[in-house]
């Protein structure tokens, strides 16, 4: 469908305003590498939720999330739903830990806790891999959303979407730095849940469709809507719901769910103005991410069943479109042609908020990376402020033209999605066990990182040519966290603990009680519990299941309100920033 002039100004609207914030931030942002990389430790939990929730949703989620309702069911979400416990973990027990810490990135940590140099490289080479290669691969895969979008429904090639993407991500994440992100952040994810619900819309009410409850009482349409996979299939089963309720959420590391936290939520964290307000914000984007933010979206793939009921009728409705690119995912934005001229920029600009708001995140937080942890702490300790902003701006730019280059080569996102928890598999139970276990060092770190990246590669590139049975991909990740997990907790038991000293320092910095540690579990167990409650009680009350989400959500109450006194508990010993 061709954009009209009304589609054109909101898109010319939206980024107008999107760079205009991006321009009014740059001027603080340029005054310091605390306000670029940090926004100035002044944020309040409502912007840093709202952020957090802006920067997880990407262009590759709705598409992601289509794929797995359409390979099986709702259920198989599980495999990302289970990262709630992660999330709720790293709220009440890590999230004061960070803020104590007084760390400028989670890549800082390492030299606080860890001494030698085998602290430093794991500082330097983490800086450079996650602020570069596992950057590019992970914003990568945010554009190869953005490709199939542009080409299902707008026509353009790949390489438009990707020189246009690149270039305004350049300018809009180089501009304002964090203090930027998280400003606009809050703008793209109004117009993003807008821009999901009007293509939810439309789609649930195409003639083929014949409106809402006509969706959710076709045949087709009920095979897809539970909330767990199908108990007679182990295989879907197994990989979607016990592996990720059993070991994956605290024993796999994944960008944006990394156990203890990681990345561009610990860089939220750490841009809190206090510990209230970063736990605030980490419970508030839990609650929208999981209970509320999909909903339109999983609705939008329920109706994609009926018009698009296989691979073969994406491919006759798009011969344009390469068939190596026709996968699940591209039903999402495949429903999004039928939005009219007016609300299709509208939905155009939701698609591009997505994408800028993840982008910007992957950006801001390598970024960071590269400045603070590898150009000041190895090549010019005596880098001044502006240096400093200016090599973060510089990685800006090599980030964004390493995405260009791999972006077209991925495959779908679901795939890509298992490789990076298959690399990820074994080490999140260190990240957990480091701030407590005095014991773990950096070649624990090190070993598990490295083990588990050349175990997953062996079994993705080296396994299938072998003539060995074939391996589904939970299996694949069970061998990953196995072996990965005995070669780091060995090198642990084999070699010097970090020096007394270091530890001493460390835990006089962190202050971590077994009341925090108690009560922070409880909390995550209630808090867990009560979102859980809310998501189904929110999936029953749109089915029309009464009774189902009348009990759902009277467990959402009861759930919830005990939280309220645990944490109090929790929050009665104040702490300030580490220094």
């Given at each position: 469908m061709l954009l009209n002039w009304i589609d054109w100004l909101t898109i010319a609207l939206f980024f107008v305003l999107m760079f205009g914030i991006a321009l009014w931030c740059s001027k603080r942002a340029s005054s310091s590498a605390k306000d670029f990389f940090l926004s100035g430790q002044s944020m309040p939990w409502w912007l840093i939720g709202i952020s957090m929730c802006a920067a997880s949703t990407s262009t590759n989620s709705a598409n992601m999330f289509t794929e797995y309702i359409r390979n099986s069911n709702l259920g198989e979400n599980w495999k990302w739903w289970a990262f709630l416990l992660t999330g709720m973990l790293t709220v009440f027990v890590y999230s004061k830990l960070w803020v104590r810490s007084g760390a400028k990135s989670d890549i800082e940590f390492y030299e606080m806790r860890y001494t030698g140099k085998a602290a430093a490289f794991l500082r330097g080479f983490r800086a450079v891999y996650l602020g570069f290669i596992f950057n590019i691969i992970s914003t990568g895969i945010v554009v190869l959303a953005a490709i199939k979008i542009g080409q299902v429904l707008f026509g353009v090639d790949q390489w438009t979407v990707v020189i246009v993407t690149c270039v305004a991500s350049i300018v809009y994440s180089a501009l304002g730095g964090l203090r930027g992100s998280i400003y606009t952040d809050f703008f793209l994810f109004i117009i993003i849940m807008v821009g999901a619900v009007v293509g939810m819309h439309y789609a649930v009410n195409l003639p083929q469709v014949g409106g809402y409850h006509a969706l959710l009482s076709n045949p087709t349409?009920?095979?897809?809507?539970?909330?767990?996979?199908?108990?007679?299939?182990?295989?879907?089963?197994?990989?979607?719901?016990?592996?990720?309720?059993?070991?994956?959420?605290?024993?796999?590391?994944?960008?944006?769910?990394?156990?203890?936290?990681?990345?561009?939520?610990?860089?939220?964290?750490?841009?809190?103005?206090?510990?209230?307000?970063?736990?605030?914000?980490?419970?508030?984007?839990?609650?929208?991410?999981?209970?509320?933010?999909?909903?339109?979206?999983?609705?939008?793939?329920?109706?994609?069943?009926?018009?698009?009921?296989?691979?073969?009728?994406?491919?006759?409705?798009?011969?344009?479109?390469?068939?190596?690119?026709?996968?699940?995912?591209?039903?999402?934005?495949?429903?999004?042609?039928?939005?009219?001229?007016?609300?299709?920029?509208?939905?155009?600009?939701?698609?591009?908020?997505?994408?800028?708001?993840?982008?910007?995140?992957?950006?801001?937080?390598?970024?960071?990376?590269?400045?603070?942890?590898?150009?000041?702490?190895?090549?010019?300790?005596?880098a001044s402020e502006k240096e400093l902003i200016l090599v973060g701006r510089l990685s800006v730019i090599i980030i964004m033209v390493g995405t260009a280059l791999i972006s077209p080569f991925l495959i779908s996102a679901g795939t890509v999605f298992n490789l990076i928890l298959q690399i990820g598999a074994g080490t999140g139970l260190i990240y957990l066990l480091r701030w407590f276990w005095m014991r773990i060092n950096a070649w624990s770190e090190i070993t598990a990182m490295a083990v588990s990246f050349i175990v997953a590669c062996f079994l993705q590139l080296v396994y299938p040519h072998l003539g060995l049975p074939a391996l589904a991909s939970w299996q694949n990740l069970l061998i990953v966290m196995g072996i990965t997990t005995v070669a780091w907790v060995s090198v642990t038991l084999l070699t010097a603990p970090t020096a007394e000293v270091k530890a001493a320092e460390f835990r006089g910095r962190i202050k971590v009680t077994r009341h925090d540690i108690a009560w922070g579990m409880l909390a995550m167990t209630l808090a867990s519990a009560a979102v859980y409650s809310a998501m189904f009680a929110t999936g029953y009350w749109i089915y029309g299941k009464t009774t189902l989400a009348i009990i759902m959500t009277v467990a959402f109450v009861v759930c919830g309100l005990p939280l309220f006194p645990v944490l109090k508990r929790l929050n009665g010993r104040n702490f300030h920033r580490g220094v």
């Open positions: 349409v009920l095979q897809h809507m539970s909330f767990f996979p199908d108990i007679n299939n182990p295989d879907i089963f197994v990989a979607a719901f016990v592996i990720p309720i059993a070991v994956q959420w605290w024993n796999v590391w994944y960008p944006g769910s990394e156990p203890g936290g990681g990345g561009y939520v610990v860089q939220r964290m750490l841009s809190a103005k206090d510990e209230n307000h970063c736990m605030g914000g980490s419970v508030f984007y839990q609650v929208v991410n999981y209970a509320i933010r999909p909903w339109p979206w999983y609705l939008t793939a329920f109706a994609s069943l009926i018009v698009f009921p296989d691979l073969l009728s994406l491919q006759k409705a798009f011969p344009n479109i390469d068939p190596s690119l026709i996968k699940g995912d591209v039903a999402y934005p495949a429903m999004l042609t039928f939005v009219p001229n007016g609300w299709l920029g509208l939905v155009a600009a939701a698609m591009m908020g997505a994408l800028f708001s993840t982008v910007a995140a992957h950006l801001s937080m390598g970024s960071n990376y590269i400045a603070n942890d590898f150009w000041k702490r190895f090549v010019r300790p005596e």
